[in-house]
């Protein structure tokens, strides 16, 4: 059972222990690697392995205007690390107070008396403390003052490129969903609440479940096929979305609006987990509501067609 800390008052199981510290956004195939290679250290030293993670993202903190940006919601990400067989994970408020901590303090202060790790997995890249002063160097360091080991995993590569957050969210962005699903080792999917629209998909002979995608990163505006759970059931459903702007309509604000096949009823404030497995085409404006009706029929065929072909 994975135990959630939103402060560092940790139980004693879970001092002396591995600890990963990293954002995780998506939990990839590297992070994945990472985390596999964390539980045989914990099985070895019989002990527990955590994550140490912030909230909101650092990037995101200090760039206001930048909101649409990640690839899994916090949910998501703990539902992860449960998978992944993390024992604890501790999420940090990143505030403008956090921000000022200097790199010695974030050591001395957080990580060695908070939280007293015996082994600490972090990438090359990792920075800390005020204005990222801190790095992995200057951690290694420290090692025999504070009586921790510093572990650098090699990051995990698809052929020359390094799997990363960043290169998911591009591909993702250019509509590579397939490539983008590979490197996730599993279907990229958005979690959010059925609102109320203005039913135009219903109106089309449609029906569709608005979706406010919040925080996501905005993959390539157009029309996928899906699959869908509902309220964490295990009752899933294919079906099709369009991620955009709707600009057939004079949309402006991004949505995600999903239509579940062979499905009647309210599904109006349950929760909904689309999963997302093929990219049918780019959103476009259509003339009238004729061409829009016509080709609504060729994406349900194709969408219905790409779910057959994946087993699904």
Same mark, same amino acid.
């Given at each position: 059972m994975l135990k959630i800390y939103k402060n560092f008052n940790l139980s004693k199981i879970h001092k002396k222990s591995i600890l990963l /510290?990293? *954002? #995780?956004?998506?939990?990839?195939?590297?992070?994945?690697k990472l985390f596999k290679l964390a539980k045989k250290y914990s099985k070895k030293h019989k002990v527990k392995f955590g994550v140490l993670t912030f909230d909101p993202l650092p990037v995101m903190f200090f760039n206001k205007k930048l909101t649409n940006y990640r690839i899994t919601s916090n949910l998501q990400k703990?539902?992860? !690390?449960?998978? %992944?067989?993390?024992? !604890?994970? /501790?999420? +940090?408020? #990143?505030?403008? %107070? #956090? +921000?000022?901590? +200097? $790199?010695?303090?974030?050591?001395?202060?957080?990580i060695v008396k908070k939280i007293n790790p015996n082994f600490i997995f972090v990438s090359n890249n990792f920075k800390y403390g005020f204005r990222r002063s801190g790095n992995v160097a200057k951690? @290694?360091?420290?090692? &025999?003052?504070?009586?921790?080991k510093i572990i650098k995993p090699s990051p995990l590569k698809k052929g020359k490129k390094i799997?990363? %957050?960043?290169?998911?969210?591009?591909?993702?962005?250019?509509?590579?969903?397939?490539?983008? *699903?590979?490197l996730l080792g599993r279907n990229w999917s958005i979690i959010g609440v059925v609102q109320k629209g203005r039913r135009?998909?219903? =109106?089309?002979?449609?029906?569709?479940?608005?979706?406010d @995608? =919040?925080?996501?990163? /905005? $993959?390539?505006?157009?029309?996928?096929?899906?699959?869908?759970?509902? &309220?964490? %059931?295990?009752?899933? #459903?294919?079906?099709?979305?369009?991620?955009?702007?709707?600009?057939?309509?004079?949309?402006?604000?991004?949505?995600?609006?999903?239509?579940?096949?062979?499905?009647?009823? *309210?599904?109006?404030?349950k929760s909904l987990n689309v999963s997302f497995y093929s990219f049918i085409r780019s959103e476009k404006k259509f003339n009238d509501h004729q061409d829009l009706?016509?080709?609504?029929?060729?994406?349900?065929?194709?969408?219905? !067609?790409?779910?057959?072909? &994946?087993?699904?």
């Open positions: /510290i990293g *954002n #995780f956004d998506g939990l990839h195939l590297g992070h994945q703990n539902l992860l !690390f449960e998978k %992944s067989g993390v024992d !604890f994970v /501790i999420v +940090s408020r #990143f505030n403008k %107070s #956090f +921000s000022k901590i +200097s $790199a010695d303090n974030f050591i001395k202060k957080i951690l @290694i360091s420290k090692e &025999n003052i504070y009586n921790y799997i990363s %957050s960043t290169l998911i969210r591009k591909l993702l962005q250019r509509g590579e969903l397939k490539n983008a *699903n590979k135009i998909g219903k =109106k089309l002979g449609v029906p569709t479940c608005n979706i @995608i =919040k925080n996501y990163v /905005i $993959a390539k505006p157009g029309v996928y096929s899906v699959r869908v759970k509902v &309220n964490n %059931s295990n009752k899933i #459903f294919k079906g099709i979305a369009n991620l955009g702007y709707r600009p057939t309509f004079g949309e402006k604000k991004i949505l995600l609006e999903v239509n579940l096949f062979n499905f009647s009823g *309210n599904l109006y404030n009706i016509k080709q609504i029929e060729k994406d349900l065929k194709q969408a219905k !067609f790409d779910l057959k072909k &994946n087993n699904e």
